[in-house]
């Protein structure tokens, strides 16, 4: 087993998008920001409605996923297929763009804290002109294991603890995604595997916690997609408070990417045609 170490930190930085809800975008920041097949991380939190309250309007996506985590707060989903979803505390909606759909994401709460995650997936060339779907995930349909003093929720991928393989409760062969929110007790150590085919990051955004190699300790940067270099598995110890953080995994495409705002697409024809069938209504036809 080869621990993976500390290759790059990328802060996020406050920003706003929808109709103007706060949030803190780590990868994604700039067009060249990514880590494949990742797009965009955003993390939401705040207990001021005004930082949430109008939240993200009807607009348009092709050519990715989009994977939305709740940690506190009520929002509600619809889209032009029909489906809609009540996220809640521990909810996950996972919604696939594919050839194209129309949906919004709006705060059903009018006071009170809203946190949570949304992550942006990309689709190989093959897969990108596929249907489009949707899943909303109950916090009871996501496995939860406990792991030499931390508690993960695996949400998406498969790991094999101590002998015991986990799926979570989605899988995807091309991308083959791992995320994970993973809760240290504080002073535990905790190692995981993550296959070395995988791109991964972590993303702490609670308490505090070191990435362990050997002899040597880093302190993960909070609200900061920690990049991690090539290996098979990450060990963790959490600081005296314990930590909260995010294993966002995949394998890489290694197409290009071609992005107008939500088209994703690998050239820019391709996007000029998103643009044209979202003008004339054959986005979702």
Do not use: C
């Amino acid at each position: 087993m080869t621990l993976r170490a500390l290759k790059q930190i990328i802060p996020a930085l406050d920003t706003s998008d929808g109709a103007g809800v706060r949030i803190k975008r780590s990868i994604g920041q700039r067009q060249t920001v990514r880590m494949d097949p990742f797009l965009m991380l955003d993390e939401f939190g705040s207990e001021q409605p005004q930082d949430y309250i109008a939240g993200f309007p009807s607009h348009p996506h092709r050519g990715f996923e989009t994977v939305t985590y709740m940690i506190e707060g009520h929002m509600l989903h619809e889209d032009h297929l029909g489906n809609q979803g009540n996220l809640r505390n521990g909810g996950v909606q996972w919604m696939t763009a594919g050839r194209g759909i129309v949906h919004s994401e709006m705060p059903q709460q009018e006071s009170g804290v809203m946190r949570g995650f949304q992550l942006w997936l990309n689709l190989p060339a093959a897969e990108k002109m596929k249907p489009a779907g949707y899943r909303d995930i109950q916090p009871e349909d996501i496995p939860v294991f406990t792991h030499a003093g931390a508690t993960v929720k695996l949400i998406a991928g498969t790991l094999t603890v101590s002998g015991t393989e986990v799926t979570g409760a989605v899988t995807r062969s091309s991308t083959q995604p791992i995320y994970a929110d993973i809760h240290v007790e504080p002073n535990a150590q905790v190692s995981l595997p993550v296959p070395e085919a995988l791109n991964a990051m972590l993303y702490l955004y609670e308490g505090n916690t070191n990435l362990v190699t050997g002899d040597e300790r880093t302190a993960l940067s909070l609200s900061a997609a920690n990049v991690l270099a090539d290996g098979d598995e990450i060990m963790l110890e959490g600081g005296d408070a314990g930590a909260r953080l995010l294993l966002i995994a995949g394998r890489p495409i290694g197409e290009p990417v071609v992005q107008y705002g939500p088209f994703v697409m690998n050239t820019r024809e391709e996007i000029e045609q998103a643009l044209r069938d979202y003008q004339s209504g054959r986005l979702t036809a």
